[in-house]
């Protein structure tokens, strides 16, 4: 375990991002010993409605809580209340230089680098469970179509009344399992969550007709026993995890918006049109399926939900090719007027992050817009610094990406060196110039015949290495027996050879 810390704060720097917090902002820390005060000109007192977080089982850093309120017209107001991180973090203080330069939490499968202190995210700036906090409220009017046909922002005092999680809310949702006990525990809070879930699903019901891709990735969750590492085990999604996800888009197009409405400038989350359309339209007619020759994410999404239909244990890793072709996601600065481009996978035009400000820059930087137009204040940024913070909190966030992925590779190194000359079943998940990647799903036993390879259970650990030999004509999505050649847990190096 300390050699996976070793490597995870090497890499850190070696990506320009700060594996520690200096000494002022250790000070400005100690300094801080309580949370903003809840009363004030303009903020509301919320705090006797039913507030819920759902997230990771280990979260603390809290961002986020929602609450339903159904109206007598069949419509539902949807009452999303973001942690205020600036009431605390001031900007150009110690503490936000060093969220300034690091942009996001960086979470690796050695440890967490947290982009705030943690004495603030999981504590003084966290919605922590029964505890009293200002915050930033998204209030959003829902029909029975799934249409936001109203919206408000505003601060509040609000109190957490019930801190959940993913997989026993899903678990109680889909009818496996008996409410979570703080479900149980709170009187009215079983028909709240299920009043929020059937409102999320009407609007996933609504960015997908207009084009909003069903994706189900398999992302790898490092598992420890007895503080050593033991296992990098599938993370996936949930009916939970779709009901914060379908609020949180609805919530950052009202806030991108919102700024629109008041001339303000916005720093939007884009996904260009996708430059290697032409592979997945290789990979659908590989299935038997036509999609036009130019980018079309409504047809995209069809020919994903016949995949899913159809092959619904492979469809993770055509998930992951798609994720793969359709390139990254970055920030741009949109000025009050221009033209900006939307999101493609979401299948939105408006669309900020404004939702974890305890875990990205982004989000905090759009608070602060958002608190200027609330209050008539002057802008937290000029025009030149938002078009410099927006290129740099895209950089950070992919040298934050590579910092996760290599750990994860470096964790998976440690745990596969017991298995070189073992084969396995993979999936092309990149081809380039640069190499050939494979991520492996199935591990063939001694003397296994090809048969093996189908209907066997997924394996783990999740892990993608490069493919060193053998690898001419191989493109995203094929699939290839590899053998484990080597491993280099330092290097975070797990090299195959295609069988």
């Known amino acids: 375990m300390d050699d996976l810390k070793r490597i995870a704060r090497h890499a850190m720097r070696e990506r320009g991002l700060l594996p520690d917090f200096s000494a002022e902002a250790l000070a400005q820390t100690s300094s801080l010993n309580a949370p903003a005060r809840i009363e004030g000109p303009g903020i509301r007192d919320l705090r006797g409605l039913l507030w819920a977080s759902i997230d990771n089982d280990d979260s603390q850093d809290l961002d986020q809580l929602s609450v339903a309120a159904p109206l007598p017209d069949g419509t539902v107001k949807i009452l999303v209340a973001i942690a205020d991180v600036d009431a605390v973090v001031g900007i150009g203080s110690a503490i936000d230089e060093h969220a300034r330069t690091n942009t996001t939490s960086v979470y690796t499968a050695a440890q967490i680098f947290p982009m705030l202190p943690e004495k603030l995210s999981t504590n003084l700036t966290s919605l922590a469970d029964g505890k009293d906090r200002v915050s930033v409220v998204i ?25 959940l ?30 009043t929020q879930d059937k409102v999320a699903q009407s609007l996933k019901r609504v960015r997908r007709e207009r084009g909003a891709l069903t994706l189900e990735t398999i992302e790898a969750r490092a598992v420890f026993e007895r503080g050593m590492l033991s296992d990098l085990r599938a993370d996936e999604g949930n009916r939970a995890k779709d009901l914060i996800e379908d609020f949180m888009v609805a919530a950052n197009g009202v806030v991108a918006r919102y700024l629109e409405s008041q001339g303000l400038p916005s720093l939007r989350r884009v996904l260009r049109t996708p430059e290697r359309w032409n ?161 492996i799903s199935r591990v063939a036993p001694p003397g296994a015949s090809g048969d093996f390879l189908r209907g066997a259970p997924v394996t783990e650990p999740v892990a993608e290495g490069r493919v060193i030999r053998g690898y001419e004509g191989l493109d995203v999505g094929d699939r290839v027996r590899v053998e484990l050649v080597q491993t280099d847990a330092t290097r975070g190096f797990i090299d195959f050879a295609a069988v």
């Not at 029975?144 to 109190?159: E, L, P």
């Not at 939900?305 to 970055?330: I, M, N, Q, T, W």
């Open 139 to 163: 209030e959003m009017t829902i029909d029975g179509n799934g249409a936001v046909t109203g919206s408000d922002i505003y601060q509040a005092a609000v109190r957490n009344r019930a801190k």
């Open 165 to 194: 999680a993913y997989n026993s809310v899903a678990a109680w949702l889909d009818g496996t399992a008996p409410a979570p006990a703080p479900v149980a525990g709170v009187p009215g809070m079983d028909q709240q969550i299920r």
């Open 279 to 439: 592979r997945i339209v290789a990979m659908a007619s590989e299935a038997g399926e036509h999609l036009p020759s130019t980018p079309d994410p409504v047809a995209l999404n069809a020919f994903l939900a016949k995949r899913r239909a159809a092959d619904p244990e492979r469809f993770p890793d055509l998930s992951l090719c798609v994720v793969k072709l359709l390139g990254r996601g970055e920030y741009a600065l949109k000025q009050a007027g221009q033209e900006a481009p939307g999101h493609f996978g979401l299948a939105v035009s408006d669309y900020t992050h404004s939702t974890a400000p305890n875990r990205r820059f982004p989000d905090l930087m759009t608070q602060r817009l958002l608190k200027s137009a609330l209050h008539g204040a002057k802008l937290p940024y000029s025009i030149d610094e938002l078009t410099t913070l927006a290129r740099h909190c895209t950089e950070q966030q992919v040298n934050a990406d590579k910092v996760e992925r290599s750990v994860r590779k470096s964790a998976a190194a440690l745990l596969l060196a017991p298995k070189v000359g073992q084969r396995f079943d993979a999936m092309v998940t990149g081809a380039s110039s640069k190499g050939t990647w494979v991520r």
